[in-house]
């Protein structure tokens, strides 16, 4: 099962639970785009965006969308957070004013569960940078 089904698969939970005119509604979506998104004939796939949009709706954990209902999956990115959460906060006495601001705002999207792939890439980037300015070669 790929990440397209999976969303599909999630979406289609969410609109047993709550109704699709709810789902659509809460989304800011027309019911009918959802119609074509349950449609196995239509080429639309739940992108990326559209997956954390639904997520921020129903104030579900980033990445919700993306795994199937297992809680040990769940688990594993809300640990993953939690670690990206703290090596921020322990970033910010050594970053640059520029690099600060950033991590703010990633620092609070980490916080608010609201923190998209990119910024996540973004901070394994700054990671990466302050990690070689500060520790000799091979000492990681």
């Keep these: 099962m790929n990440t397209n089904d999976i969303r599909l698969e999630r979406l289609l939970q969410l609109i ?8 659509a ?12 998104l349950k449609n196995p004939n239509n080429p639309k ?8 949009r639904i997520e921020d709706a129903f104030h579900l954990p ?14 594993v990115i809300n640990e993953q957070d939690e670690t990206m959460l703290k090596l921020a906060k322990m ?9 600060n601001a950033h991590l703010q ?6 916080e608010q569960n609201r923190i998209s792939d990119a910024e996540k890439k973004e901070l ?3 990671l990466k ?12």
């Design 16 to 23: 047993q639970e709550h109704g699709q005119t709810k789902v």
């Design 25 to 36: 509604n809460l989304v800011g979506i027309e019911s009918s785009y959802i119609s074509q």
């Design 45 to 52: 796939k739940i992108g990326e965006k559209l997956a954390r």
């Design 62 to 75: 980033h990445g919700w969308m993306d795994v199937l209902h297992d809680n040990e999956a769940m688990r």
């Design 91 to 99: 970033m910010l006495p050594v970053a640059t004013p520029h690099s």
């Design 105 to 110: 705002r990633i620092i609070e999207g980490l």
């Design 124 to 126: 394994e980037v700054m």
């Design 129 to 140: 940078v302050i990690a070689e300015r500060f520790f000799p070669k091979g000492a990681l």
